[in-house]
Structure formats: C-alpha cells, structure tokens
C-alpha cells in the first residue's frame, strides 16, 4: 500500500491589515497647527495677533507710568515735608501752591493705569469670542505650545491684577498729599512704588508670553 500524498495544509496568515492601520495621535502638533482648509484660522491668528500687540503695548505703557508715577511721588512727599515741619513751628498752610501740579500729574498717570484696566477687559472678552468660533481654532497652536484657552487664562489674571493695583493707584494719588505725618508720606510712596499685584511675576509673564510668539 502506498501512503497516500498529502497536501502542505498553507499556514493561516495573521491580519496584517490591522496591525498596519496608522494609528492617529490625536495631540499632534502636527494635526493641530493650522491647516489650510479652515477659514476661520487665519482670521483667528491675525486677530491673535493684534491682541498681543496690544497686551505688550500696554504693558510698556504701564511700565512707563509705574516709573513716572514714583518720580512724582517722591517729588510731593519732598514738598509736603517741608511744609509739615514748617506748620510745626510757624502754623503756615500744608498745602503750598507748588504741591497743586504734581497733584494734578499724579492724578492723571493714575488715570492711565485706570484706562489699561478696562482695555485689557474688552481684551480678554474679544479672547473669549475667538474660541467661540466655529471650526478648530480653540485647539490650535497658532504660535509655538499655547492655544488660545492659554491665551485666555493669561489675560484673565493679568485683568485681574491690573484692576487691583489700579484701585491702589488711585488711593495713592487721592490721599498721598493729604498726608498729616512723615510715616503716612513714606507709606503712599512706598505703596506706589513696590506695587503688590502688577510684580515680577507679571514681568516674567510678559517675558514667556515674548518667547511664545518670537517677538523678544
């Protein structure tokens, strides 16, 4: 008898179709940086582009306030002083005629921080409106790692701490020459000049926000 001839039985080949599907990642950089075929996105980014624009402006003009502000500070708690001791000896009047336009300066840089306030507030609602539009816009990295909800968080706060330090301001130029002791004098300049909310680490802020977008 005679073996009968078997036939090689073929392997069973696995399903390479599934272990060759791409696998998508959905936090890319790549599939989240802007792509051509929506519109809203270069909308988006040059509006972005303007509110940084002014969020830095601002903050230079704030800079330049802060500075001016304690220089006029310093210049009233000189003279108000001068006319505290001479009261104390002679009886004259504590609010000399010279006192009148360092007042009025004052006032008005403090009026400054006031108006930086309020426009960094319709900053952050134009924000708020961006990632409200359609399409991908709010999970789009328009610049190097932030997307626009990071943009909105950073405005917020620094909403927040303009408003405060712009309320102190305001104390500071009411009062500051209406000052009766020395202590009192050396309290408001201290108090405008080491400003308690817009600090160094709003500084570092604006200095992240710079490497962000390259325009250090």
């Keep these: 008898m005679t073996k009968a001839n078997k036939t090689p039985q073929k392997s ?3 399903n390479i179709n599934a272990s060759l599907t791409p696998v998508r990642y959905l936090d890319s950089q790549r599939l989240r940086s802007p792509t051509s075929h929506d519109a809203n996105l270069a909308t988006c980014k040059t509006r972005l582009e303007t509110i940084v624009k002014q969020l830095q402006d ?7 306030a802060q500075q001016r502000g304690t220089s006029i500070c310093y210049t009233i708690e000189a003279k108000k002083t001068k006319c505290l001791e001479k009261s104390q000896d002679e009886g004259s009047s504590t609010y000399p005629d010279d006192l009148l336009l360092p007042c009025n300066k004052l006032a008005i840089i403090a009026s400054i921080f006031g ?16 990632c409200k539009l359609p399409g991908s816009a709010a999970e789009t990295i328009f610049y190097r790692s932030w997307t626009l909800p990071q943009f909105v968080v950073f405005a ?11 309320l102190v301001k305001k104390e500071v130029a009411e009062n500051i020459a209406h000052s009766t002791e020395r202590s009192q004098l050396i309290a408001y300049t201290t108090l405008w000049e080491f400003p308690e909310h817009v600090d160094s680490y709003v500084h570092l802020g604006f200095l992240l926000l710079a490497e962000e977008v390259s325009l250090r």
């Design 12 to 14: 069973s080949e696995p």
């Design 58 to 64: 601002n903050y230079a003009k704030w800079q330049l």
């Design 156 to 166: 917020k706060e620094l909403s927040e701490r303009y408003e405060e330090e712009a």
């Design 115 to 130: 108006d930086i306030a309020n426009n960094t507030k319709e900053i952050l609602r134009q924000l708020r409106a961006i």
